[in-house]
């Protein structure tokens, strides 16, 4: 019953990479896409801090790359970002 509810919880309509978390805010990747999008996002972000010289320069770039990559999470989550505790009712 319990293991029915999450599944459920985490299957989105066709087009959306990630769901909603269960519990608290944000989402989560459900699809081939939204992982392949966050592990890309994790090494532009580790290519950028390790290669890039000073501070600012790493901050100048970091904050762009996160903020378009959490305008791709928030556009591809079905239902968008809200604060949530416990599976979505269907």
Request: glycine fraction near 10%.
């Amino acid at each position: 019953m319990k293991l029915r509810r999450i599944r459920e919880h985490y299957d989105v309509k066709p087009g959306y990479w990630f769901a909603p978390k269960m519990f608290g805010w944000g989402a989560t990747p459900v699809t081939w896409q939204g992982w392949l999008a966050t592990f890309v996002y994790a090494a532009v972000m580790l290519l950028a801090v390790r290669f890039m010289p000073g501070s600012y320069i790493k901050l100048a770039v970091a904050v762009p790359i996160t903020l378009g990559f959490v305008l791709l999470v928030w556009r591809k989550t079905e239902g968008g970002f809200h604060w949530s505790w416990g599976p979505r009712k269907r």
